[in-house]
């Protein structure tokens, strides 16, 4: 049976809520915290790796002056025993500069999170991400933008406009990642029913 215990479901939600305050404020040594020490792995449309990876090229950006901040919406769990599926509603909001131009990206969707309590604390397995929409514009309503329709074609509908600024800015940017339907974000149920139901790894996040 799935656990209903309060207690583990709001731990959950300040899991994922510290994962966003403390990433997009810097503070790196409480974000590390949030992540299984062994098996954390990150996700995104420009980074896949470990998550002490993640934290170091995160921490490198800051530090440049990369702007990516997320804000939260609604959170769901669904738990077993010591582990649990978290999804919570998310904007992605990037601000950057197109061939000149100062642009706000954002990209809306949901943090898929495999999560597994060590030692009696929730921690972060791996993150994926699901982008379902987003959309792009010019800081300055009163600057005409050009986009390049070959290169904004690339990338899935999710998160084009994201993927495009990303792209521009010199990141190497995954395509495939799953969106609102399809067959990836099925697989990525599918994993992340299988991790309930006790598998020994957090799917394929490869």
């Known amino acids: 049976m799935t656990t209903t215990n309060s207690e583990d479901r709001l731990a959950l939600r300040e899991l994922v809520e510290n994962w966003a305050l403390w990433r997009d404020a810097g503070d790196w040594d409480r974000f590390a915290s949030v992540w299984d020490p062994a098996e954390g792995w990150m996700t995104a449309t420009w980074f896949q790796g470990p998550a002490a990876e993640f934290i170091a090229v995160s921490r490198e950006g800051f530090d440049s002056g990369v702007s990516i901040l997320h804000f939260l919406g609604g959170h769901t769990s669904d738990i077993i025993d010591d582990r649990a599926i978290a999804q919570t509603k998310m904007t992605i909001n990037q601000r950057a500069s197109i061939d000149g131009v100062e642009v706000d990206v954002v990209c809306t969707g949901r943090f898929y999170d495999f999560c597994r309590r060590n030692d009696g604390e929730w ?42 600024v990303q792209t521009k800015a010199g990141f190497t940017v995954k395509t495939g990642l799953p969106g609102l339907t399809g067959e990836t974000v ?20 490869h």
């Open 123 to 164: 921690k972060v397995v791996r993150r994926q991400p699901i982008y379902e929409k987003d959309r792009l514009d010019a800081v300055d309503p009163t600057v005409r933008l050009h986009l390049d329709r070959g290169l904004l074609e690339r990338f899935p509908t999710g998160y084009r406009h994201l993927a495009y």
């Open 186 to 205: 099925r697989c990525l149920y599918d994993e992340g029913a299988k991790w309930l139901a006790g598998s020994d790894t957090a799917g394929d996040p």
